[in-house]
């Protein structure tokens, strides 16, 4: 296809070969949580309209409806809304487990002295809400509920924060790391404290049950996917039978279930044997083609694109519904307003998370304490305290296991009230951070530490191809296929960005021919090679990028006639392959820096990720450039402070 061909904003997210469904990046598990967010919105409504309705009894008759699972004389007997709080919502801790695992190993917190400050900030922003719940409890009935004050609700969050902030990835980040930690330590929280007896046999089966689960990742055998959900099928019954709230198994299988790049020689594998089955088409090789393909993607990202919208859109707004039913009059409005459960549970969440966000953030910060650098500038992080102030599931879970009858109603509103003033909070610190003069902006950035790269191997002006700029505060690499179709469309982008932001920009193109896929890809970029032997480089590129269906051998030599090229000299050197270790050199950064298809972009040494049309690339590259060029500031205004 040519690249000039007119395409819609689609097109411009695709990527050649397999890379289109092989990532699962925070943005796509933020999008999903955005939109699931609204449906549990929509959820914990329709729950409090069908308690106050005049059908208020039937919420209660069917929640409370029992559903028994029996094998022989034994079985377990739960009412509806326990087989939700406990069953669905084990698979809601499981992809929160899963999403914490994948950045742990493949996002920015791999390098793990940049996962205490998030850990120190959320022990913070729990430990505040606990000492005000306890202020108006200590020593009353409510006391033992303390522990309903103290998590984030995961998905209500981060859908409130990409209302209010939606271009605050690295927030957004930080934030679901602090309600990641928030859930575990809440989950430890029910096993320990809110588990009224534990018997050791079953919990020693469980104990056995998740070590065979994590064992299973080196048995090479066909069935290991189906004895994987039999172990955890009964690693949750053993739970439940211990005493200890099953919900644990989720978090743990999540976060031990490890997630990795796809291997460049695992996809042109899988490439090669669904090519073997276009040959024969049999069930065994239709059987070994689709193992290839799943066992390229970590176990990690298959279960996040299975799970995930289920969690989001079914799951998570059923506990709502379950859950969010109170049946509000006079009377409870009237001691709601002088509860110590209600006024501990919502002061907790709208004052003491985002004091104890930004309070543990600032005591790990100092020298005395480890000195660590922030992600985040002081404003931002109180807005995302406030926003962590949104609990809401596991609150509610937590309050059903340590209050019942009017003091659950009680403590279910405070939460209702916590998840509702919360975000208000938000937006006023959001809308107070958007009008701060540029100098303050610019210190407070200054005092942040700088992006972890994606990019392995830095732009070098003596070996690397560079369009525009030399010293462009903005750097945009692509990795490229010229026999790709989705980089011919992305051509047409970068010459509109080249033209857009002058002397802003330098673009890098590195060559990643496909080769199991498209057969004339590495003698095209070898091609290149050879004409920018002979300084014709980006004539050549541009001419091959307009030519995609014109890449075979004749081509290539008329290609070099006709931009007037010694072609003796190009074909010889084309013939003899002088080129394909350079060629080579591109392609074993591109496999460090776990680029799987084309085009691939990197922005000032991050990965983009998502689409690649005008608009999208525009926007990431001038906030690439408004950061550069802020930091550039304050590093020249630093000696002046300093003297």
């Not at 010694?566 to 820096?593: C, H, I, K, N």
């Amino acid at each position: 296809m040519s690249a000039q061909a007119k395409t819609g904003p689609d097109e411009f997210t695709g990527k050649t070969a397999w890379a289109r469904n092989l990532a699962a990046p925070v943005r796509g598990y933020l999008s999903t949580e955005t939109g699931g967010a609204l449906v549990l919105l929509a959820a914990a409504v329709a729950a409090l309209v069908w308690a106050n309705s005049p059908w208020s009894d039937s919420y209660e008759s069917f929640w409370t409806t029992k559903l028994s699972i029996t094998l022989g004389s034994n079985g377990i007997s739960l009412d509806l809304r326990h087989w939700v709080n406990e069953g669905l919502m084990t698979f809601f801790f499981l992809v929160v487990g899963l999403e914490a695992r994948r950045e742990l190993d493949t996002g920015e917190l791999r390098e793990r002295q940049r996962l205490a400050l998030p850990v120190a900030a959320a022990l913070g922003g729990m430990a505040v809400p606990i000492l005000i719940f306890l202020a108006f409890n200590a020593g009353g009935p409510g006391a033992d509920g303390w522990g309903a004050a103290m998590s984030t609700d995961t998905a209500l969050a981060l859908g409130v924060l990409a209302l209010l902030a939606p271009r605050g990835t690295r927030l957004r980040l930080r934030l679901l790391t602090l309600a990641v930690v928030d859930d575990l330590v809440a989950l430890v929280v029910i096993a320990v404290v809110y588990t009224d007896h534990v018997s050791l046999l079953p919990l020693l089966l469980a104990v056995g049950f998740f070590g065979v689960l994590v064992g299973l990742r080196w048995v090479p055998f066909a069935w290991r996917n189906q004895l994987a959900i039999l172990l955890g099928v009964a690693l949750w019954v053993a739970l439940f039978e211990s005493g200890i709230d099953p919900l644990v198994a989720g978090l743990a299988i999540g976060l031990v279930t490890t997630a990795y790049q796809p291997a460049r020689g695992d996809l042109e594998r899988a490439t090669e044997l669904a090519r073997s089955f276009r040959e024969q088409p049999t069930p065994e090789m239709a059987r070994s083609a689709r193992r290839s393909v799943a066992s390229a993607i970590s176990a990690n990202e298959r279960l996040q694109y299975e799970l995930h919208p289920w969690t989001s859109y079914l799951i998570v707004p059923v506990f709502a519904l379950a859950n969010a039913g109170v049946h509000i009059d006079g009377q409870l409005l009237g001691d709601a307003v002088g509860s110590p459960i209600t006024l501990g549970i919502a002061l907790g969440y709208v004052v003491g998370k985002p004091v104890g966000v930004l309070g543990a953030t600032w005591l790990a910060s100092r020298r005395l304490f480890g000195g660590l650098q922030r992600a985040l500038s002081w404003p931002v992080i109180a807005g995302g305290g406030a926003v962590a102030g949104v609990g809401f599931t596991v609150s509610i879970l937590i309050s059903s296991l340590a209050f019942d009858g009017s003091q659950l109603e009680e403590a279910k509103l405070g939460v209702l009230a916590a998840a509702i003033v919360s975000p208000l909070v938000a937006w006023a610190i959001f809308q107070v951070v958007k009008r701060l003069p540029d100098e303050i902006r610019a210190r407070q950035i200054a005092g942040t530490y700088e992006d972890l790269l994606d990019l392995s191997e830095e732009v070098d002006p003596e070996r690397d191809h560079i369009r525009g700029s030399q010293r462009g505060p903005v750097t945009l690499v692509e990795y490229g296929d010229y026999e790709c179709p989705y980089c011919g469309r992305a051509e047409v982008v970068v010459r509109e960005l080249l033209d857009s932001f002058g002397d802003d920009l330098r673009y890098v193109w590195r060559h990643l021919p496909l080769n199991d896929v498209h057969p004339n890809a590495q003698m095209a970029a070898e091609a290149t090679e050879a004409a920018g032997a002979q300084g014709a480089f980006w004539e050549m590129n541009d001419r091959l990028l307009q030519h995609q269906d014109q890449l075979t051998p004749s081509d290539l030599r008329r290609h070099a006639e006709e931009l007037g090229l010694d072609v003796d000299r190009f074909w010889d050197e084309l013939r003899r392959r002088e080129y394909a270790g350079r060629v080579a050199d591109d392609v074993a950064s591109a496999d460090v820096s776990g680029v799987a298809g084309t085009p691939g972009f990197f922005i000032n040494g991050r990965r983009h990720q998502g689409a690649y049309d005008i608009e999208t690339l525009t926007s990431a590259v001038r906030r690439a450039r408004d950061t550069a060029r802020i930091r550039s500031a304050s590093r020249s205004a630093e000696p002046e402070r300093v003297g």
